[in-house]
C-alpha cells in the first residue's frame, strides 16, 4: 500500500485559500488519491480524487504533480464550517476489493 | 442521496457481553467497511466485505468478526466485549473493485465497554 505524509494541522484564515498537502512518493500507476474530511463527531465524507490530472468539483480542487508524488488539496475560500480532519489517501486496490487505509491526517483550523 | 445507517449512536455494554452492531446501506454496494477510531491513532480498518458472504481482515481484526449474509447489511460482532474495544467505530460501503468510486460513511457508533 502507498502510505501518504500530511503535517499534522494547519491553521487558515475565514474566506482565504487553504492548501492542504499531501506526500504520496510510493504511489502505483493504477492507485488513485482521495481526500476525505470527517467534521468533530461525523462520520467522514468524500471530498474528490483524482488519478493524473486536476481536478475541481463544488468543494475544492485537487493539484496532483506531474510524477505524481505529492497532491495539494484547495479549499478556495475557507469557512469557519470547514474546519475540520483532512484525510489524503491512496485508494488500494486488490483482486478481492478495495479498502480505504486512512492515516492521522491534517486538522485544518479555520478562524475568523 | 447515500445512506448509511448504523443502528445505534451509543452503546453501553459490560466486559465479556457478546456485541452486535448492525450497519445498513441502501444503495446496492459491494464493498462494506468497519473502522474503528480513537483519539491519536486516527480511523483504523477493523474488517471488510466485497461481496456477501466474503470478508476480509483488515489492520485490527482480533477480538473481532464480521457477518454480511445479505448485501444492504454487514454486522460487525464483538465476540466478549473488553474495555480496550470502547471506541467510535464507523461503517462504510463503496461500489465495486474498481479504484474509482467513494465510500460513505455512517454516523458511527460511540461504544464503551464497562
Known amino acids: 500500500d502507498a502510505k501518504t505524509t500530511q503535517p499534522p494541522s494547519m491553521d487558515c484564515a475565514e474566506g482565504r485559500a487553504a492548501n492542504l498537502p499531501c506526500n504520496h512518493s510510493?504511489?502505483?500507476?493504477?492507485?488513485?488519491v482521495y481526500w476525505y474530511r470527517q467534521i468533530h463527531s461525523q462520520g467522514p465524507q468524500y471530498i474528490i480524487h483524482?488519478?493524473?490530472n486536476n481536478e475541481t468539483n463544488e468543494m475544492a480542487s485537487l493539484i496532483i504533480t506531474e510524477d505524481r508524488k505529492s497532491s495539494t488539496l484547495i479549499l478556495p475560500h475557507a469557512t469557519l464550517r470547514d474546519t475540520a480532519v483532512y484525510y489524503c489517501?491512496?485508494?488500494?486496490?486488490?483482486?478481492?476489493?478495495?479498502?480505504?487505509?486512512f492515516g492521522k491526517g491534517t486538522t485544518l483550523s479555520v478562524s475568523s | 442521496d447515500v445512506k448509511v445507517t448504523q443502528s445505534s449512536r451509543y452503546l453501553v455494554k459490560r466486559t465479556g457481553e457478546k456485541v452486535f452492531l448492525e450497519c445498513v446501506q441502501d444503495?446496492?454496494?459491494?464493498?462494506m467497511f468497519w473502522y474503528r477510531q480513537d483519539p491519536g491513532l486516527g480511523l483504523r480498518l477493523i474488517y471488510f466485505?466485497?461481496?456477501?458472504?466474503?470478508?476480509e481482515k483488515g489492520d485490527i481484526p482480533e477480538g473481532y468478526s464480521v457477518s454480511r449474509e445479505k448485501k444492504e447489511r454487514f454486522s460487525l460482532i464483538l465476540e466478549s466485549a473488553s474495555t480496550n474495544q470502547t471506541s467510535m467505530y464507523l461503517c462504510?460501503?463503496?461500489?465495486?473493485?474498481?479504484?474509482?468510486?467513494?465510500?460513505?460513511f455512517g454516523q458511527g457508533t460511540r461504544l464503551t465497554v464497562v
Open positions: 462504510a460501503s463503496s461500489l465495486g473493485s474498481s479504484g474509482r468510486t467513494e465510500a460513505f
Open positions: 510510493t504511489i502505483s500507476g493504477n492507485e488513485y
Open positions: 483524482g488519478l493524473k
Open positions: 489517501i491512496v485508494r488500494v486496490f486488490n483482486q478481492a476489493g478495495t479498502a480505504l487505509i
Open positions: 444503495m446496492d454496494h459491494e464493498n
Open positions: 466485505s466485497y461481496d456477501v458472504k466474503m470478508k
